[in-house]
């Protein structure tokens, strides 16, 4: 795979302690657990003697980091009716005709959530074939799924004046700026990465494919996080509380339907400050070696608008300190004391760019 193939072409980047850590942001939400856990079983394919290839590496797997990342659809397409309505920011994006309206249409018997959760069942049996249908028989993906149920809460939230990736900026955000365009399109930058490819903001083409064999609705998701914490992996996850596309609401409802072994003791935990050296950045619910944080006023980027917070969360999850604070060592038993939930702290929204 070219995970252990990287390593051997560039022996350089191995670390010194051979440990490899994923962070993923946004539909990394699926990218991070899928990758990770493909890792995963191929490390104990080798361990069991199923892969007997020569030079066959094995991957010590340490931690996988989620910001703001889109787990499952369910969750997911939930959260994006609440959170233009309900945030800790006071800014209704949507009306509450509209809200009622698009969650009776999701929660009803028959509704979005079940039609949802069918499609995700039917997608399982489909596996490596979805892009042939999606060509040759569109139709036959999910037919019993209605198209008003594929991102309604984004389509109404569309005809507000806020920015997706951060409810406080307006539509045609500025923010960040896209310096890091220019700095990935160097020839030193494109060496060090071993790339023989210009760098591509993104490819209409392949977003086309994504939507038509509807890989946002596969699941399998959540269960790979789980499969990773029960493998000895660190999962820690942190979201912007500014952002709509993948928000934190959805990133806690996701966090708390992790199916693992210690998934009731994680619930409950209780939510605790997160302290850098800028005060307070947000609050974050521990238990041994996995993490929610929500991240103060910051958007679907968190370095970009917390690079502290960001740093700080990146560093203790490595190094095996505890989130909150980076004072303590991290194990089986750690937990954090607080509130159940974080709804109490709301904020005001920052002037807009």
């Not at 390593?7 to 990394?28: C, L, Q, V």
Request: charged letters at 20%; glycine letters at 8%.
């Amino acid at each position: 795979h070219f995970a252990q193939t990287f390593f051997t072409e560039f022996p350089h980047y191995k670390p010194n302690d051979d440990r490899i850590s994923m962070w993923a942001e946004s539909y990394g939400g699926h990218y991070g657990p899928g990758f990770m856990r493909f890792f995963q079983q191929q490390n104990e394919k080798i361990l069991n003697g199923t892969i007997d290839v020569e030079h066959a590496h094995y991957l010590h797997l340490d931690t996988l980091g989620i910001v703001n990342g889109y787990l499952d659809a369910v969750i997911q397409e939930e959260a994006s009716i609440i959170f233009p309505f309900n945030n800790t920011y006071d800014i209704k994006a949507i009306n509450k005709t509209v809200y009622d309206g698009l969650m009776h249409n999701f929660t009803r018997e028959g509704g979005c959530r079940d039609q949802i959760i069918q499609c995700q069942k039917e997608l399982v049996g489909i596996g490596k074939n979805a892009l042939r249908m999606a060509l040759e028989f569109p139709s036959e993906l999910c037919p019993k799924m209605e198209e008003a149920c594929v991102m309604s809460g984004e389509m109404a939230f569309e005809n507000s004046n806020s920015a997706r990736f951060d409810i406080s900026h307006p539509k045609n955000d500025p923010f960040p700026p896209p310096h890091y365009i220019g700095y990935l399109a160097q020839e030193r930058v494109l060496g060090a990465l071993g790339s023989p490819v210009n760098f591509t903001m993104s490819s209409e083409t392949v977003a086309l494919n994504f939507f038509a064999t509807l890989d946002e609705i596969h699941g399998g998701f959540l269960d790979a996080v789980g499969y990773l914490l029960d493998s000895g992996v660190k999962v820690h996850m942190m979201y912007g509380d500014r952002d709509f596309a993948c928000n934190w609401i959805g990133g806690e409802m996701s966090s708390l339907a992790i199916p693992y072994s210690r998934a009731e003791d994680f619930k409950k935990a209780g939510y605790t400050p997160l302290i850098t050296s800028e005060g307070v950045g947000g609050l974050t619910r521990q238990f041994g070696n996995f993490s929610f944080t929500r991240v103060y006023q910051a958007g679907h980027m968190i370095p970009v608008y917390q690079p502290e917070a960001a740093y700080e969360i990146f560093m203790r999850a490595l190094f095996n300190r505890d989130i909150p604070t980076g004072l303590l060592p991290v194990h089986d038993e750690l937990s954090t004391v607080g509130p159940p939930d974080t709804w109490h702290v709301r904020q005001a929204p920052p002037k807009a760019p």
